[in-house]
């Protein structure tokens, strides 16, 4: 299996002993989450004080795939927009840090061999350098500070203040979820639904070999998909961890991952979050 996948989400592998909460409506809203009960806790590396808290939004655009980042809300609790990119004409407002270290050279992912298909000495393409960031991140040392990181695609905009304090009380106060995420509201957590559509919409961004003017090779949508459905991906995972949650019960069987995309807070001074992304089971 590659590297990065075919499609633009992420397979987090081995959902185990990580608390995990699904956000469906936006924050603030009474049906706001689900959350996943699992037979372990997980166990943070310290803890800490609101008022030493620290968390980032990061995201990442290269080339020029975006030319703009929506406005970056200051937040009630001490926190950074951080926005990765090579391009020299990236439009934002004040909030946003811009950093130009070109850290999937000078940090490379553990897991990239040169052997896989989009390791990024075979798929140089900005689209795929960019995933780097989403899911190789605990790579860059200035991203160690903070407590919570949350990935953001470019195309998003927090419009609320009380984001990352919220996200705060949940995951380091509460200790409800060691991993924050949004399901896609219109997949209803199928990947196979993701599948189709970028087949039928003919998304070049995967199955063209030349895109934005740049080469890359040809990804095999739904030889990924099956790839993923061999090696135990289960597409009721969505439902059943709704269901066992409605019932305060745990998740009891062992699952591939869990699609998502979008927004992903992780704690990141969480031991099973570091040993999770470290041992290479997130696939993107």
């Known amino acids: 299996m590659s ?9 987090l592998g081995a959902i185990i002993a990580i608390g995990i909460l699904f956000l469906r409506h936006p924050f603030g809203s009474a049906a706001s989450h ?9 166990r943070r590396l310290e803890t800490v004080s609101l008022k030493d808290f620290k968390g980032a939004f990061i995201t990442a655009t290269f080339g020029n795939f975006d030319n703009w980042l929506k406005y970056a809300h200051p937040q009630t609790v001490s926190t950074d ?5 090579d391009n020299p004409l990236l439009k934002v407002s004040e909030n946003w840090i811009i950093d130009r270290e070109p850290y999937h050279i000078s940090h490379p992912s553990k897991l990239d061999n040169g052997k896989m298909w989009n390791s990024l000495i075979n798929n140089n393409h900005t ?5 780097y960031y989403k899911q190789n991140f605990q790579n860059i040392p200035r991203l160690a500070k903070y407590d919570i990181i949350v990935w953001l695609d470019a195309t998003l905009e ?6 990352m304090e919220w996200l705060y009380n949940k995951m380091l106060v509460d200790q409800r979820a060691s991993m924050v ?16 559509a970028n ?5 070049f961004k995967y199955i063209s070999t030349e895109w934005l003017g740049q080469k890359q090779p040809y990804q095999d949508i739904n030889k990924q998909y099956t790839a993923y459905i061999n090696q135990g ?7 059943d961890s709704s269901v066992a949650s409605k019932a305060g019960g745990p998740i009891t069987k062992d699952q591939l991952g869990v699609w998502m995309t979008a927004f992903i807070a992780f704690d990141n001074k969480n031991e099973q979050i570091s040993r999770f992304l470290d041992i290479g089971i997130f696939k993107h």
């Open 3 to 11: 590297l990065f996948s075919t499609l633009r989400l992420c397979l």
């Open 199 to 203: 087949m039928m919409t003919g998304s």
């Open 34 to 42: 689900r959350l996943l009960r699992h037979r372990d806790h997980a």
């Open 233 to 239: 991906y289960n597409e009721s995972f969505w439902l």
């Open 127 to 131: 689209f795929n350098i960019a995933k």
């Open 181 to 196: 995420l949004f399901s896609h509201e219109m997949r209803a957590g199928k990947l196979n639904v993701e599948v189709f």
């Open 81 to 85: 927009y951080i926005c990765f990119t």
């Open 158 to 163: 927090i419009e609320w203040d009380n984001t």
